[in-house]
């Protein structure tokens, strides 16, 4: 352990990188970010809201809305779906609980970061409580995305030696919300490293709480954390300059060994967010091609014909965060590749309805997850997978995935994504609510003002 | 890492700490505990509250009390020294910022964690929003502060092999404050093991911070995120029911390798709150027994006689954490080694005065500062030191403290920790409320209604 952290601190002095990710936060503009980069921000945003709105009844959101509604803060900003009003930072609280609960939000591919539920639900928030354009959203949007996904980067790629057990969006969301955050408060850049320092402070999270309403609640934490960190910082609240690469710092200690330089290298000017990815399907990334590969098999099945085998090659990934073969309830089922391979044979379909309890417990069902059959296989992209499903007669039928749907190689297209969204906003806003949401998000770089725009929805 | 994770998993499967601690947190009783606990846990309620009222004007503290009327949370606690009132997780929040904020708050000496702030800050707060009696208080505060040790012997003590960098009062104190403040809501088991999972996933906070605003900012966000945490769980929020000790939880991610039974073994029998010390001296308590050595010498110092040099002898832990030989502003210096050297043997006394910037960048102060050795020596023990100053004329003066004052050996005493308390409160109250307020401390175990009895004081 001394040795290693020798090793982190000497790599850390050769960066400041807590300085250089403020001065980029403080000083970056919609106007230089490329257009290839405002329109993923732009659907980033659509497909948060999108999900927001699928999850807002979620019991873990039902739940948590009970307990933010006992604190009884100022009436700043919406509560998503309910009645209830709050300050920001409870809103941005419940807002990103809400668009994580069903595991149906974004990917950043390289380290399985959820980037935009906490900074999205903090910003929105927050410009409900402020004038917010539309262009300030997206350039905060970016730059809280881009600092959450370059600090995922330097605690998940190589060198690092990060437990993977920590749930890395509740590591760095509240670094990258507290600068999205700090963006729209206009800090100096003196604040704006104290707001990063402060949402490195609040960096939490392990993935024993998966299979739990707790799931949902780390990204939901990390956006009220970071909303505080910079909340704090405007009022002059200070922290540590170089909290993230000091010796005792932010990567110090979740990364032991790590290469700091994953933070700045190209910063402004290669973009973490064009590795983010939207999911077609409610359920953790890495099972996604194994999905692509099921269903394809499904799809060419006559009726009647039943499968007997699952047989799997995936990304270690796949096995390391998903093998549950006996899911008891929805939010292990969310994340067990066994009950979804089964449920794309059995249903010969993937969608939210196959999380209900009576899904998760039908005897077609639970009797084919306990036939599928894993194996991990390192020479495997995360995005590839191979399914090989025994019918009826003994016969053997093959998919090879080599990029999922909605993985960077094979984006979900606009009219995808506008799907996906109607079909979540549906659940909670009318056909033409709806719609009407859907243009001014495809619009956004264009509004005056995001949050009374935008709230004017549901007001 | 993979080999020292599995270990790890291998040793917790044989116990299932979240459902013990859980067990013991739902069913533990005041009437049940030795008289020397009960106590104990009068005294350390009186040096919080103490620390509270002399540190809560520091400008941290001033800083965060913006922030948080910003939010405007309902009027459930007192925000201690100011005319704020605000919700309960609010108010524990800044309350637990003043106590911490001068560094005079109490420690568990075998982990050098600060447990009574986030939990009696929790408590004292929920307390103003429903009855509490003086038993029930007192007996929620040794729950809390009993977990919170033992999980942080779980992750310091052999064979661990934590990060030292982590700030082990924000790691365990949301855990030892979410079973407090959940035994105060009445959680059954269950809801206990959620409250404990959540006060888990809030785990967060590294050492780097020390030396800004931030170093009050991580046990303060350990009292919120502990009361969120058992709030969240009276209302049906879940979590893993094994978050503790689960692959992939809270053992797992910070201290790697780890024996579990330190959280369980001889629970409520031996009492961690008996290894609880309290601070003469507003500085790190690693620093105490060189100022216990100082003072004596400079006791024996005739006036005019100049030390020209101070050579230190301490344990390791105390050069790990503050060894700051040019501390630029009051937030180093508190956890500066050769400051409060200086400051023991140029002004012969030691105090919340010398903390001030005027003093720090006096000539004096930082002339010996420079001239102020210290080596590390393993077979100290943490509270002894050895100090041989250097006086005009090359004679050199020595004095070697076994246990320093404040240490569980020589522990202050019922006077000394009254006069710390009214030295303090002196700073925000009258003499007669700071004497009303020692009586209704020292007698809290007879009160009917804490948070009633005790705000009397400056409503």
Same mark, same amino acid.
């Given at each position: 352990?001394?040795?290693?952290?020798?090793?982190?601190?000497?790599?850390?002095?050769?960066?400041?990188?807590?300085?250089? %990710? @403020?001065?980029?936060?403080?000083? $970056?503009?919609?106007?230089?970010?490329?257009? !290839? &980069?405002?329109?993923?921000?732009?659907?980033?945003?659509?497909?948060?809201?999108?999900?927001?709105?699928?999850?807002?009844? =979620?019991?873990?959101?039902?739940?948590?809305?009970?307990?933010?509604?006992?604190?009884?803060? #100022?009436?700043?900003?919406?509560?998503?779906?309910?009645? %209830?009003?709050?300050?920001?930072?409870?809103?941005?609280?419940?807002?990103?609980?809400?668009?994580?609960?069903?595991?149906? =939000?974004?990917?950043?591919? *390289?380290?399985?970061?959820?980037?935009?539920?906490?900074?999205?639900?903090?910003?929105?928030?927050?410009?409900?409580?402020?004038?917010?354009?539309?262009?300030?959203?997206?350039?905060?949007?970016?730059?809280?995305?881009?600092?959450?996904?370059?600090?995922?980067?330097?605690?998940?790629?190589?060198?690092?030696?990060?437990?993977?057990?920590?749930? &890395?969006?509740?590591?760095?969301? *509240?670094?990258?919300?507290?600068?999205?955050?700090?963006?729209?408060?206009?800090?100096?850049?003196?604040?704006? !490293?104290?707001?990063?320092?402060?949402?490195?402070?609040?960096?939490?999270?392990?993935?024993?709480?998966?299979?739990?309403?707790?799931? #949902?609640?780390?990204?939901?934490?990390?956006?009220?954390?970071?909303? $505080?960190?910079?909340?704090?910082?405007?009022?002059?609240?200070?922290?540590?300059?170089?909290?993230?690469?000091?010796?005792?710092?932010?990567?110090?200690?979740?990364?032991?060994?790590?290469?700091?330089?994953?933070?700045?290298?190209?910063?402004?000017?290669?973009?973490?967010?064009?590795?983010?990815?939207?999911? *077609?399907?409610?359920?953790?990334?890495?099972?996604?091609?194994?999905?692509?590969?099921?269903?394809?098999?499904?799809?060419?099945?006559?009726?009647?014909?039943?499968?007997?085998?699952?047989?799997?090659?995936?990304?270690?990934? #796949?096995?390391?965060?998903? =093998?549950?073969?006996?899911?008891?309830?929805?939010?292990?089922?969310?994340? $067990?590749?066994?009950?979804?391979?089964?449920?794309?044979?059995?249903?010969?379909?993937?969608? %939210?309805?196959?999380?209900?309890?009576?899904?998760?417990?039908?005897?077609?069902?639970? @009797?084919?997850?306990?036939?599928?059959?894993?194996?991990?296989?390192?020479?495997?992209?995360?995005?590839?997978?191979?399914?090989?499903?025994?019918?009826?007669?003994?016969?053997? %039928?093959?998919?090879?995935?080599?990029?999922?749907?909605?993985?960077?190689?094979?984006?979900?297209?606009?009219?995808?994504?506008?799907?996906?969204?109607?079909?979540?906003?549906?659940?909670?806003?009318?056909?033409?609510?709806?719609? !009407?949401?859907?243009?001014?998000? !495809?619009?956004?770089?264009?509004?005056?003002? &995001?949050?009374?725009?935008?709230?004017?929805?549901?007001?």
């Amino acid at each position: 352990m001394t040795t290693t952290t020798c090793t982190s601190d000497a790599r850390a002095a050769t960066h400041e990188i807590t300085t250089e %990710l @403020a001065a980029y936060a403080t000083h $970056s503009r919609f106007s230089e970010l490329p257009k !290839r &980069v405002q329109k993923e921000a732009t659907r980033a945003f659509l497909n948060w809201i999108g999900c927001v709105l699928g999850g807002c009844h =979620d019991p873990a959101v039902e739940a948590a809305v009970l307990a933010v509604a006992e604190t009884g803060g #100022a009436y700043q900003a919406s509560v998503i779906g309910h009645e %209830l009003r709050s300050d920001v930072g409870s809103a941005a609280f419940i807002n990103c609980m809400s668009s994580s609960a069903l595991a149906y =939000d974004d990917t950043h591919l *390289p380290t399985v970061t959820h980037p935009t539920g906490p900074v999205a639900a903090a910003l929105f928030a927050l410009s409900e409580k402020q004038p917010v354009t539309g262009e300030e959203f997206l350039n905060a949007l970016v730059v809280g995305i881009e600092i959450e996904c370059r600090m995922s980067n330097v605690l998940l790629l190589p060198p690092s030696q990060s437990n993977l057990g920590f749930f &890395v969006t509740g590591l760095t969301g *509240p670094i990258g919300t507290a600068a999205a955050v700090g963006r729209l408060l206009h800090l100096d850049e003196a604040r704006m !490293r104290s707001a990063i320092g402060l949402g490195a402070a609040q960096a939490a999270g392990f993935r024993s709480t998966h299979g739990s309403m707790a799931a #949902a609640f780390v990204p939901a934490h990390a956006a009220r954390s970071g909303y $505080s960190a910079a909340l704090l910082a405007s009022k002059g609240f200070t922290c540590s300059d170089a909290a993230l690469e000091a010796p005792k710092g932010f990567i110090d200690v979740f990364a032991n060994v790590a290469d700091p330089s994953h933070a700045v290298e190209g910063l402004g000017q290669r973009f973490e967010m064009l590795s983010n990815a939207y999911k *077609p399907y409610p359920c953790g990334i890495v099972i996604h091609p194994v999905l692509d590969a099921c269903l394809e098999i499904a799809a060419s099945l006559e009726p009647g014909i039943e499968p007997s085998h699952i047989a799997l090659r995936v990304h270690p990934l #796949a096995l390391t965060l998903t =093998d549950r073969p006996s899911p008891k309830d929805p939010f292990e089922a969310q994340i $067990s590749l066994q009950h979804w391979a089964a449920v794309s044979l059995v249903h010969r379909a993937v969608g %939210l309805r196959y999380l209900q309890q009576d899904c998760i417990d039908s005897a077609s069902v639970s @009797a084919l997850r306990k036939r599928v059959s894993a194996i991990a296989d390192p020479a495997m992209q995360r995005d590839e997978a191979v399914a090989e499903v025994t019918i009826t007669g003994g016969r053997v %039928l093959r998919a090879h995935i080599v990029h999922a749907r909605g993985s960077v190689e094979r984006p979900m297209s606009d009219d995808e994504l506008d799907a996906k969204f109607e079909a979540q906003a549906l659940h909670v806003l009318t056909e033409d609510l709806t719609t !009407r949401l859907r243009h001014l998000c !495809r619009d956004l770089s264009s509004l005056e003002n &995001v949050g009374r725009d935008i709230a004017s929805i549901w007001a």
